[in-house]
């Protein structure tokens, strides 16, 4: 049986953007991202988050605007191998009538029949009913907060969601 997925967004569970912009959260490094021309983005990421996420047991996969682009700057950085990610395609930033958030159409089909945890700062309700009605298996969709990032018990949570999957 092939491993549940976990879908990573980038800016908030990885890089908290929304941390007071003059205090660099304890053990994380800063980066500068050339994405897009103009000026580089400020990146927070921590590196003990890709030793963290490998030793889940989970498939991972990029699920963030940063698509591509997070195999190349965020990746090396918290020592991950370059992962899948869902392309976004045209639905990038598309907004919906139903306040279903532009991802979450795209993950459960990327994730087809598969269990998944999906780690973001941007889910709502919305999106959990969507889940609910639209993928057969089990769903975690996970809130991280965008001021702090990732943290132990959030890890503890995705670790518990795997090992209650059925085997």
Not at 42 to 54: I, S, T
Not at 77 to 87: S, T
Not at 104 to 112: D, F, H, L, M, N
Not at 121 to 145: F, I, M, R
């Amino acid at each position: 049986m092939r491993r549940p997925l976990l879908f990573l967004d980038v800016d908030g569970p990885l890089n908290p953007y929304a941390a007071k912009a003059e205090r660099r959260p304890a053990g994380y490094t800063t980066i500068r991202a050339a994405v897009r021309p103009g000026t580089p983005l400020r990146v927070w990421l921590n590196p003990e988050h890709g030793a963290a996420l490998l030793a889940l047991p989970f498939e991972l996969c990029w699920a963030t605007t940063w698509m591509d682009q997070a195999n190349r700057w965020i990746a090396p950085v918290i020592g991950l191998p370059a992962l899948p990610y869902v392309d976004f395609g045209t639905g990038l930033f598309a907004e919906r009538p139903d306040a279903v958030h532009w991802k979450t159409e795209a993950i459960v089909a990327y994730a087809g029949d598969r269990p998944f945890a999906w780690v973001d700062d941007e889910q709502s309700q919305a999106d959990d009913a969507y889940v609910t009605a639209h993928h057969p298996g089990p769903a975690l969709l996970h809130h991280v907060d965008p001021r702090i990032g990732l943290r132990p018990d959030d890890f503890a949570t995705l670790a518990r969601f795997a090992a209650d999957l059925p085997k």
